[in-house]
């Protein structure tokens, strides 16, 4: 019983730490799982067991660490399995030059340059009762290895699985994981091998027959499991303890076999069918308990083995040579290897980074090699932290190399005759509407490009979640339905995100949008502000011009209350005159508010081709929110168009006050802010160019 007691008081503290140290790494833009290995190391004898040995001694009792091991390589086993199930082997088919030879350098060099350096750390970190060959395999093995998963998640939210270094990338990767593991097998194999007295001829022809079996037998009756899924459209509890029985008998038989449970568990997990709703389904299964729960025991078990006590000078010296080694093996040579086979130095600069990134991998490859007794204690330490700091400089070196606005510049269309409209989307049910929005305010334009967008915040910071096409997205496909009856082409685009407000600025730009369209779906909720959130955090970096609705009806709209107290509401003026010419069936009506509102025969003109569809009534009363409220409710508007301003409460720099008009009136509101983009004739040019012109200056 003591022993249970232990133990949930360890996962407790484990769970809590991870989590506060992972939220504190997201802030400075690193992924959640670099934050867990530090957690991790944080709770080992380097820092906790530093500053409060009592306390360490108290959670962490050296006889009850064995029960913390074994759950944590159950938890990571069923990650690997999660590994193998998002392996996708079409990476591996069709790539392209640059791949192939970017590949191959990036497991050679990195593995050579080990190879070498296990020459000078073997008299100096290790003894005669570790072979030098074994030795060397591993360290090599060991420099080779790319984090697949982590690195997958670093380019999907960097959005660069689209780009040319993405594409190359993510097959470099696939080819690394499956060679680094290949040769790890049998470095294992080598080494257990020599540790039991057992044939190494046996243990490499029976793990040969095991990849036979798993490609021919195994994987094809895999199919007959995913026809049973999609009889039932759903994965049952039953369909989940198959798979799970699948990845013990396939984890036991490697562990058999003397080439670890780990390899068992990543070959069954990628012998499963890559149907993708097959592989969603049983990832969300499975996915929460394994990273939240299971993961950060392995992290924690890891860092429990990890100390810098008794580190001198001359070891602190082996830690630079490890990290000089690492990072010239795999950033060097897979840098250079890009740039010879025609990538620019940027792109090549930035693939290598990414293929530098170690994570989680190489925590499990150094559990190995330490559980093996290949390295000793002190190597594991170091090669720790060697791992640690080579995830960790991926994202903001590859930020400084691919800023936002070089990320898709292959993507940015060119033609000053085209009017862009971007149009994020939070909710599937507000897409319909800020496309009427969108299409309407762009009425008048030649021609236009409107560009559905959808960030969506990652479920998982280990797990690659498969790319869904944009088309396919669930959120826009209310959207994109509406635009095939209405006969509107769009480019529906969808990007993963870490901070929605500041990336639907940095698309605006890419994209050029003179005009971004966008959503508010709680403006009636007390002490919530309607520029407030996301539309606050979008509208404090965007150029272009701004319109944000607030949908209470997708009724047509039949009449348009347009409150005007001078030149200030010249773009409401602008944008119910687009309104109307798209909507044939809307009457605009020009509420003149306060003492101070003139006759501006300039700004009401443009007005004038509306015909008789077009009236101007006076406000009644002394308080203008109070004016236009009485009004729309008089008049029955069911579209409100007003300017941001402070003059109705939304002032520019958003320290809002009452909001009186957006949660009293029923009428939908349309807030616009700047002048709309002209139409090709006399329209200005889009942000991005208008920047360069004045950069020019």
């Known amino acids: 019983m003591h022993f249970l007691l232990t133990l949930l008081l360890q996962i407790a503290v484990i769970l809590l730490a991870c989590r506060l140290v992972g939220l504190v790494f997201r802030r400075f833009h690193q992924p959640q799982v670099v934050g867990e290995m530090a957690a991790g190391i944080l709770l080992g004898p380097t820092f906790f067991g530093w500053i409060w040995p009592e306390g360490s001694a108290f959670v962490f009792p050296p006889g009850s660490l064995p029960h913390l091991n074994t759950l944590s390589q159950t938890g990571l086993v069923v990650y690997m399995f999660l590994v193998g199930l998002e392996f996708d082997p079409k990476l591996l088919r069709g790539r392209g030059h640059a791949a192939v030879v970017t590949s191959h350098v990036s497991i050679i060099a990195p593995f050579f340059l080990g190879s070498v350096l296990a020459l000078y750390l073997y008299p100096r970190l290790s003894d005669e009762s570790v072979s030098f ?48 593991w290949t040769i790890l097998a049998v470095v294992i194999a080598i080494v257990r091998a020599n540790a039991l007295e057992t044939p190494l001829w046996l243990t490499l022809a029976g793990s040969a027959a095991y990849i036979v079996i798993m490609i021919f037998v195994v994987r094809p009756a895999l199919r007959l499991f995913e026809r049973r899924y999609h009889e039932r459209g759903r994965f049952s509890q039953d369909l989940v303890a198959i798979a799970l029985l699948c990845l013990l008998a396939s984890a036991w038989t490697t562990e058999w076999l003397g080439i670890h449970a780990l390899f068992g568990a990543f070959a069954i997990g990628a012998a499963m069918p890559k149907d993708p709703g097959f592989v969603h389904q049983l990832t969300e299964k499975l996915e929460d308990l394994t990273v939240v729960f299971l993961l950060p025991l392995f992290f924690a078990s890891a860092g429990l083995k990890t100390s810098i006590g008794g580190f001198g000078a001359e070891m602190w010296g082996y830690f630079g040579l490890i990290m000089l080694v690492a990072v010239a093996g795999k950033l060097g040579g897979s840098a250079i290897a890009a740039r010879i086979t025609g990538l620019n130095w940027r792109e090549a600069g930035a693939l290598g980074i990414l293929m530098n990134t170690r994570g989680l991998m190489e925590l499990v490859i150094l559990t190995i090699g330490l559980e093996l007794g290949v390295i000793s204690p002190a190597l594991f330490t170091m090669m720790v932290f060697m791992a640690l700091a080579t995830t960790m400089m991926t994202t903001p070196v590859v930020r400084w190399l691919y800023p936002t606005h070089q990320l898709h510049a292959d993507q940015v269309e060119s033609g000053d005759d085209e009017l862009r409209v971007l149009i994020p989307v939070a909710l599937p049910g507000s897409g319909p509407g800020l496309l009427r929005v969108a299409a309407a305010l762009s009425h008048d334009a030649p021609a236009r490009r409107l560009y559905p967008l959808h960030l969506k915040v990652p479920k998982s910071e280990l797990v690659r979640e498969g790319d869904t096409p944009p088309r396919d997205e669930p959120t826009l496909k209310p959207l994109i339905d509406a635009a095939q009856a209405g006969d509107l082409e769009v480019r529906p685009l969808v990007f993963a995100t870490q901070d929605t407000g500041r990336d639907i600025a940095n698309l605006a730009r890419v994209k050029g949008a003179h005009l971004t369209v966008m959503g508010w779906h709680r403006p009636f909720v007390i002490g919530d502000g309607i520029l407030g959130g996301t539309v606050h955090d979008a509208m404090g970096s965007l150029d272009g011009s701004v319109a944000i609705y607030a949908e209470r009806s997708f009724e047509p709209w ?30 605009v009506v020009i509420l003149r508010v306060g003492a101070d509102a003139v006759d501006d025969e300039a700004e009401l003109a443009e007005l004038a081709e509306l015909g008789d569809r077009v009236e101007v009534v006076p406000a009644v009363g002394d308080d203008p929110v109070e004016a236009v409220l009485a009004a729309a409710t008089r008049l029955e508007a069911d579209l409100l168009v007003l300017t941001i301003a402070e003059a109705w409460g939304l002032d520019g720099s958003f320290h809002l006050r009452p909001e009186r008009i957006a949660r009293k009136s029923n009428a939908s509101l349309l807030l616009l802010r700047g002048p709309l983009p002209a139409t090709a004739e006399r329209r200005a040019p889009a942000p991005t160019a208008l920047k360069a012109v004045e950069a020019g200056r």
């Open 133 to 180: 060959d074994g030795f060397a395999l591993f360290v090599g093995a060991a420099m080779s290895v790319t984090a697949f998963p982590v690195l997958a998640r670093i380019l999907s939210e960097r959005n660069l699985l689209k780009t040319r270094v993405g594409a190359v990338t993510i097959a470099c990767a696939a080819v690394d994981d499956v060679t680094a």
């Open 558 to 587: 039949r009449r348009a209350l347009v409150p005007y107290r001078g030149k200030a509401d010249g773009p409401a003026l602008s944008a119910a005159r687009r309104i109307a010419l798209a909507e044939p069936g809307l009457r």
